[in-house]
């Protein structure tokens, strides 16, 4: 049986896939191991970002409410007219979006919670290396992240209403493809209990004197 390693195009001239047939199992395959080169230092994601909640992100909005109605839209009779329009609204987002928001670099010890006020906290205490410093910093971490994670669990219960995001374990359950009608609290599987059903239910009235 034939087994592979996959990597990139640019590491198989400097890595070298090894076969290792003493480590073969009850099956025909034998494991293979290939040496891969990493960097010394693992560099971070950078991305623009903009924190949710916080007076950038009222700016942002508040300059697309102002910049979208001031675009001219005019007739949009050809495509290029509509391309017209949809690039003034692009410029909009981009112009607003590069003014507003700021580069982060998010690495392996990035936190959702962390914010500016967190950033400055933690700037104080390397500052001062105090006790007084490292209680207001860790003061400041903790009324972060419960501001963080109500918010988390506002948007869920309120806004979305899917309460099961709040759980790893528990997913949305879906709605069975059919329920059987129920009536006098028995199923009705077969044609003659339904049509008993329906016609002891609508004509439940028949053959009663009317006042």
Same mark, same amino acid.
């Given at each position: 049986?034939?087994?592979?390693?996959?990597?990139?195009?640019?590491?198989?001239?400097?890595?070298?896939?090894?076969?290792?047939?003493?480590?073969?199992?009850?099956?025909?395959?034998?494991? =293979?191991? @290939?040496? !891969?080169?990493?960097?010394? %230092?693992?560099?971070?994601? &950078?991305?623009?970002? /903009?924190? *949710?909640?916080?007076?950038?992100?009222?700016?942002?909005?508040?300059? =697309?409410? @102002?910049? !979208?109605?001031?675009?001219? %839209?005019?007739?949009?009779? &050809?495509?290029?007219? /509509?391309? *017209?329009?949809?690039?003034?609204?692009?410029?909009?987002?981009?112009?607003?979006?590069?003014?507003?928001?700021?580069?982060?670099?998010?690495?392996?010890?990035?936190?959702?919670?962390?914010?500016?006020?967190?950033?400055?906290?933690?700037?104080?205490?390397?500052?001062?290396?105090?006790?007084?410093?490292?209680?207001?910093?860790?003061?400041?971490?903790?009324?972060?992240?419960?501001?963080?994670?109500?918010?988390?669990?506002?948007?869920?219960?309120?806004?979305?209403?899917?309460?099961?995001?709040?759980?790893?374990?528990?997913?949305?359950?879906?709605?069975?493809?059919?329920?059987?009608?129920?009536?006098?609290?028995?199923?009705?599987?077969?044609?003659?209990?339904?049509?008993?059903?329906?016609?002891?239910?609508?004509?439940?009235?028949?053959?009663?004197?009317?006042?």
């Amino acid at each position: 049986m034939i087994d592979l390693v996959f990597h990139q195009i640019s590491d198989s001239a400097r890595s070298r896939t090894n076969r290792d047939p003493d480590w073969k199992g009850p099956t025909d395959h034998i494991l =293979l191991t @290939t040496s !891969v080169i990493l960097d010394s %230092v693992i560099k971070g994601v &950078t991305r623009r970002s /903009i924190t *949710r909640g916080s007076e950038a992100e009222k700016a942002f909005i508040n300059d =697309l409410r @102002t910049g !979208v109605p001031a675009i001219t %839209v005019g007739t949009l009779n &050809t495509p290029a007219d /509509i391309d *017209r329009v949809a690039q003034a609204l692009a410029d909009v987002f981009s112009t607003a979006w590069d003014k507003h928001s700021k580069e982060v670099c998010i690495t392996k010890h990035s936190q959702p919670w962390w914010d500016d006020e967190c950033t400055e906290s933690l700037s104080q205490y390397k500052t001062k290396k105090s006790d007084k410093s490292w209680l207001a910093f860790w003061q400041t971490v903790k009324a972060t992240k419960h501001k963080f994670f109500d918010s988390q669990i506002e948007d869920i219960a309120l806004s979305n209403k899917r309460p099961w995001d709040l759980m790893e374990w528990v997913k949305q359950h879906k709605l069975p493809a059919c329920k059987a009608i129920q009536y006098n609290g028995q199923p009705c599987y077969e044609m003659d209990n339904l049509w008993n059903a329906l016609h002891n239910t609508y004509n439940s009235a028949s053959g009663r004197e009317v006042d």
